[in-house]
Nanobody, 123 residues
Framework: QIQLVESGGELVQAGGSLRLSCTAS????????MGWFRQAPGKERELVAA???????YYADSVKGRFSLPRDNAKNTVYLQMNMLKPEDTAVYYC?????????????????WGQGTQVTVSS
């Protein structure tokens, strides 16, 4: 079983950048598909970006060209690099892990979740 801890969320101005980190422990990190989700107040949790164990990626249309998802298996960490942030990016961001092959895009495909980190983008 894997445990996930996110960090890096904070208040940032529109147009700025943030890098979120998700560090895993207790499992074989390199074999997991990883994803970053976000949930804004009053909205459902949505997938932002995902990466497979063999580095295939998926990005939601709303973040394409602005966000990237590097993973460092040696550090058991996946990042969410967020550039050109917008107020609509404001949400709690969650890291998730799936014990499945390939890029996973459905929330129910993920087996483990972090506690979330708040990102607030001011206009």
């Amino acid at each position: 079983q894997i445990q996930l801890v996110e960090s890096g969320g904070e208040l940032v101005q529109a147009g700025g950048s943030l890098r979120l980190s998700c560090t895993a422990s207790g499992g074989t990190f390199r074999t997991y598909a990883m994803g970053w989700f976000r949930q804004a107040p009053g909205k459902e949790r949505e997938l932002v970006a995902a990466i497979s164990s063999n580095l295939g990626t998926y990005y939601a249309d709303s973040v394409k060209g602005r966000f990237s998802l590097p993973r460092d298996n040696a550090k058991n960490t996946v990042y969410l690099q967020m550039n050109m942030l917008k107020p609509e990016d404001t949400a709690v961001y969650y890291c998730a892990a799936a014990e499945r092959v390939g890029v996973r895009v459905l929330r129910d495909e993920y087996d483990y979740w972090g506690q979330g980190t708040q990102v607030t983008v001011s206009s």
